[in-house]
């Protein structure tokens, strides 16, 4: 089936520190690919997408690539802020182009410090 | 533009009640998704309305239920209600299916007790 797995949190970093957030996922077929941010008491907003093979997704800073030889998205930031604490998920949609329905990971909680 | 509403925003009701949340999609979009959001974990697809039909419905047994109206808002009504239900609910709307034309609503925290 299809699935998504992230690395587990909280992350804690310092302000300017690189950010890496692993994700991994299993699908069949050709997914669509999406970074969401969850800030406290707020939804989901859309930060990045890739929907095909080497994409790179980018916002803010932030980038991810669509890797399907290893079937991952990790999420990187060069220079990390305060106000960039808050939950981040991995999230795939099982058909192209987004249709029906995204399957998330559990999240992880990034934590900056100043 | 409006964003996605949802209403209200937190919520206590007793195990064995129902429940039904609203949520006003964003201007021009047709398609509205629920989404249940456990402590601690990620949002899992509950179901979608496309234009008043039900198109798509995740692992939740029957007593999860929907509407979509003409103005494409919508509702998500639970009977029955169980202590595990206690979660955020999000609404999510979208110019059709497609996933990353999302845009999230703020939730509804329903505790049951």
């Known amino acids: 089936g299809n699935s998504v797995t992230q690395m587990e949190g909280p992350v804690t970093l310092s302000e300017e520190a690189f950010l890496t957030i692993n994700c991994t996922y299993t699908a069949t077929g050709y997914p669509s690919l999406f970074w969401y941010v969850q800030y406290p008491g707020e939804g989901l907003q859309l930060l990045l997408k890739a929907t095909k093979a080497d994409d790179k997704g980018s916002n803010k800073g932030f980038e991810a690539t669509y890797r399907k030889e290893t079937t991952s998205f990790h999420l990187e930031k060069g220079s990390v802020q305060v106000s960039d604490s808050a939950v981040y998920f991995c999230?795939?949609?099982?058909?192209?182009?987004?249709?029906?329905?995204?399957?998330f990971g559990a999240g992880t909680r990034l934590a900056v410090h100043p | 533009e409006t964003g996605v509403t949802q209403s209200p925003t937190h919520l206590i009701k007793t195990r064995g009640q129902q429940v039904t949340l609203r949520c006003s999609s964003q201007s021009g979009h047709n398609t509205v998704s629920w989404y249940q959001q456990a402590l601690g974990q990620g949002p899992q697809f509950i179901f979608q309305y496309y234009r008043e039909e039900e198109n798509g419905r995740g692992n939740f047994p029957p007593r999860f239920s929907g509407l979509q109206f003409p103005n494409y808002s919508s509702e998500l009504n639970v009977n029955a209600l169980e202590l595990d239900d206690s979660a955020l609910y999000l609404c999510?709307?979208?110019?059709?299916?497609?996933?990353?034309?999302?845009?999230f609503g703020s939730g509804t925290r329903l505790t049951v007790v």
């Open positions: 999510a709307s979208s110019l059709g299916g497609e996933g990353y034309g999302y845009t």
């Open positions: 999230a795939l949609s099982p058909t192209p182009g987004g249709y029906n329905k995204l399957i």
